[in-house]
């Protein structure tokens, strides 16, 4: 079983593997450290019929903060970071201000 997590500031998911369901990260502000949230899945188990990962995602603000999105996977941990793989990498540039776009990650490597 698989473990997908996202590395985010801004940022609104609908998540698609086997079940729909849906999950979002409020925005945090810090002015002296890195503002860092995360979203674990539960274990997640790919198949050769059902091997993509599909979420809608919109970053809620115009305009560049530094924010980087990632998209990464573990066979081992769901709470150890150091364990996950990135797969997907994004920043603020791949997201229209308040506009729902469809993305999806190949999970097949982990079948």
């Known amino acids: 079983m698989k473990s997908i997590i996202y590395s985010c500031a801004v940022l609104l998911l609908l998540l698609s593997v086997k079940q729909h369901a849906h999950a979002f990260i409020q925005f945090s502000s ?12 539960p274990k997640l188990l790919p198949d ?27 066979t081992t941990s769901q709470t150890d970071r150091s364990s996950f793989t ?17 993305f999806s990650v190949d999970l097949s490597a982990y079948e």
């Open 30 to 41: 810090s002015t002296t450290e890195l503002a860092e949230d995360w979203l674990v899945t």
């Open 86 to 102: 990135e797969l997907e990498f994004y920043t603020e540039a791949n997201f229209t201000a308040e506009v729902y776009q469809q």
């Open 48 to 74: 050769m019929s059902n091997n993509t990962l599909t979420f809608f995602a919109t970053d809620d603000f115009a305009g560049n903060f530094g924010s980087i999105y990632t998209v990464r996977v573990s």
